[in-house]
């Protein structure tokens, strides 16, 4: 063998060897998972019953869809919880990046404060909000009161009609500095040119944010964008911790409900299905706004 | 090139050390290991009677620790893997064992029902909750058995009822019959305006929930299920009356129906809530922040003294795959099943020991309520395990829940149960 082949040959070993921990890790704790629950949604499997998964084909999936009422509670609660906490995470963390881009100073500032919540652990901020919207002690109420609005305070997260869209809030408020962090990175790299070829041309500052930046910015609105999609889905932590999926079932969300049927019923089977349905919602939600959004320049 | 292979052999620690730790922290283990959850180490005097049998037995070391979240899945996925990290569990109710008992990773403890354990020994139907169907079908067994109890009962704030007059005797006036709507209404209105904090509380969340329902069923009939065994009572009169009088008292107010059992205590707790249907320990628990037992009294719903109520416990058990089963049962027989673990617990959170043999000297408090409690206690039954508990747990949750809210229509609620748990396994796992 040659000293340059010897070379080569141990270049690639020690490639392999750094690389290691990290395939072993992807294979094991990601690829494996993935396929493997995958063929577990094709089976009906009770983890503490049965010695092995039965295969029952696409059964599980359709039974799942047409005859579980749960899930169609589960899918209708994370519609009602995805679309306000679209909207809100995303639109106003663009408004909020859109005018923090025009501040002179204090850009920094402001952009650190509207991350801080990013670092902050979704338990927690299940925790703190629970307490902000206490029925009797929380702040949120007495707030309202304060202001002459007490016949609006109620217990928030006990009610049902109202549970689910607390959760909304406290999610947007530690979400939305991640988008706002993307779309000032985005806003400053639109040339200062444009703007001000367009402010010579006569128009305003709307005119600019409609005809200038929201063009210019839509490699990173599609970012943020399916960045919230997939957020808007993945939702386990906050009904877990704040309302365990109540008041009765009114924060019973897709991922929660996956998490129920297979560490409480231990039926891993009915458990990836729900889990794969989620998935393919998150994909297809996100391919329709590849589509909208994305550049063909 | 030295840096090169610094840097190699690093990788290559970090990968394989993990292996090693693993392969050590097995090996390690030798000695009795037992594990509870959080709240029985504060409501049980667990570490004091794990010390005594340390020292009647200087050979061995009982290893004690405080177990996390219960997760089943990842206690069996140890068991079929042949090993456990712990032998004795202390704690788990029904609904919780469910999964394990039918699965068969228990030890029958059987055996152990001798002597001061013997089955005579043991109060009213506590001891029946830890008795099963083997999952093979031949026969039945003890895979669990109850150390504490706990009797769904009704309390009262004493104080409270005095000025709302329904207090006669030195005892609280009885609930006016199920078949008197009005005046059993108007009972509860009564206290309703003396106490700020509400008339009586339930907490409807997945636990609860059926005790909520089916103990008053069980009171005005003497059974809460349906007559073939497939679930609770959903179809009778006494069904649909008592769904209708729990709408009607959230509608009117006297009802505070809470959602989680933090929110039901904490209320209960304020001393400004007239009455409370929950476990008698936990009614008993205001009486740790007023230090006054006679500040409640207990009642049963009207018909549960003949009829009974719902009972429901905390068991021990062991894993099948433990090593230490023999000395497992002496730990259980010893320290579990001590005088002083299970007067303790009463006498400072309530809890009813399951012998009855500790109902006597030893007991400090609320000697004058037990006559309530133990009648009450011994007619009482426990919830079913249906072979699909779970899930049928969860589909009545979704629709009990809303109408005892008033959010749905009695009938509309009870007929989507009905529909909805058809085809459910009702196969009951407990011995009957």
């Known amino acids: 063998m040659s000293q340059e082949l010897k070379r080569k040959l141990w270049d690639k070993t020690k490639l392999f060897i750094f690389l290691l921990p990290t395939l072993v890790f992807i294979f094991g704790f990601i690829g494996f998972p993935i396929v493997f629950s995958g063929y577990l949604s094709f089976t009906s499997f009770n983890y503490a019953k049965d010695a092995l998964p039965t295969f029952i084909g696409l059964q599980g999936y359709a039974d799942m869809i047409l005859h579980d009422s749960l899930f169609h509670t589960a899918l209708l609660n994370q519609i009602k919880f995805a679309i306000p906490y679209f909207f809100i995470t995303f639109f106003a963390s ?204 | 090139m030295e840096r090169k292979s610094v840097a190699i052999v690093l990788v290559l620690a970090i990968t394989i050390t993990p292996l090693f730790v693993l392969g050590w922290q097995a090996q390690a283990e030798k000695n009795l290991r037992v594990y509870a959850p959080p ?87 506590f001891l029946a909750a830890g008795h099963y169907k083997k999952p093979n079908g031949d026969g039945t067994y003890y895979p669990a058995l109850p150390f504490m109890g706990e009797v769904a009962i009704v309390g009262v704030n004493t104080e409270i009822m005095k000025k709302s007059g329904l207090w006669e005797d030195g005892k609280p006036k009885p609930i006016p019959s199920f078949s008197n709507t009005e005046a059993f209404m108007n009972y509860f209105e009564k206290i309703k305006k003396n106490a700020p904090v509400g008339a009586h509380i339930q907490i409807w969340d997945r636990e609860f929930m059926q005790y909520n329902y089916a103990g008053p069923i069980l009171a005005m009939t003497g059974a809460f299920q349906e007559e073939n065994g497939k679930g609770f009572d959903i179809t009778s009169e006494a069904a649909h009356k008592w769904l209708g009088m729990l709408q009607e008292m959230n509608e009117k107010g006297v009802g505070e129906w809470v959602t989680t059992d933090a929110a039901g205590y904490s209320k209960w707790k304020t001393g400004a809530s007239g009455s409370f249907y929950a476990a008698q320990g936990h009614i008993m628990e205001l009486v740790s922040v007023t230090e006054d037992e006679s500040d409640i009294a207990y009642l049963g719903w009207p018909g549960s003294k003949e009829n009974g109520s719902i009972i429901w416990t905390h068991s021990v058990w062991v894993p099948k795959v433990s090593s230490k089963v023999q000395l497992a049962k002496q730990y259980i027989r010893e320290a579990i099943f001590s005088a002083k673990f299970q007067q303790w617990s009463f006498n400072n959170y309530g809890k009813l020991p399951v012998m009855e043999a500790y109902y006597g000297d030893g007991i400090t408090w609320f000697q004058d309520q037990m006559d309530t409690i133990l009648s009450i206690a011994n007619a009482s039954k426990p919830i079913p395990l249906y072979a699909d508990i779970d899930k049928y747990l969860d589909i009545m949750k979704k629709y009990l829940v809303d109408s005892a809210f008033g959010r749905m229509e009695v009938d509309k609620a009870l007929n989507k149960i009905k529909s909805e748990t058809e085809d459910l396994d009702f196969n009951n796992l407990r011995a009957e």
Not at chain 1, 253 to 264: D, H, I, P
Not at chain 1, 271 to 292: H, P
Not at chain 2, 93 to 116: A, K, Q, R
């Open chain 1, 94 to 297: 663009l408004i909020l990046a859109i005018l923090i881009n025009e501040l002179k100073r204090w850009v920094t500032l402001f952009q650190t404060i509207y991350y801080m919540p990013m670092i902050i652990s979704m338990s927690l901020v299940g925790i703190t909000f629970s307490w902000i919207m206490n029925p009797n002690l929380g702040l949120f109420n007495r707030v309202l009161q304060l202001v002459g609005l007490g016949s609006l305070t109620r217990n928030w997260f006990g009610d049902p009609s109202t549970a689910l869209y607390g959760l909304v809030i406290a999610r947007s408020w530690k979400m939305m500095g991640f988008t706002l962090v993307v779309f000032l990175g985005g806003l400053a790299s639109i040339p200062g040119d444009l703007r001000e070829a367009a402010r010579i041309d006569g128009a305003n500052f709307w005119q600019e944010v409609v005809y200038v930046i929201l063009p210019n910015l839509k490699p990173y609105l599609l970012i943020g964008g399916i960045w919230v999609l997939i957020n808007s889905f993945k939702v386990f932590v906050l009904p877990q911790v704040v309302t365990e999926g109540g008041p009765g079932f009114a924060t019973l969300t897709l991922y929660y409900y996956s998490w129920k049927l297979a560490f409480e019923r231990l039926s891993m089977g009915a458990a990836s299905q729900v889990a794969y349905i989620t998935a393919f919602i998150i994909l297809a939600l996100a391919a329709v706004m590849n589509y909208f959004l994305s550049t063909s320049d």
């Open chain 2, 39 to 125: 709240w029985i180490h504060k409501k049980f005097p667990l570490a004091e009677v794990t010390k005594d049998f340390e020292e009647n037995h200087p050979n061995i070391n009982v290893n004690l620790e405080k177990a996390g979240k219960w997760s089943a899945p990842k206690y069996i996925t140890e068991w079929k893997g042949g090993s456990t990290s712990f032998d004795v569990f202390v704690g788990g109710s029904g609904s919780m064992l469910g999964p394990v008992i039918s699965g068969n990773w228990l030890e029958p403890l059987g055996d152990m029902l001798h002597g001061t354990m013997a089955k005579d020994e043991f109060v009213g139907g």
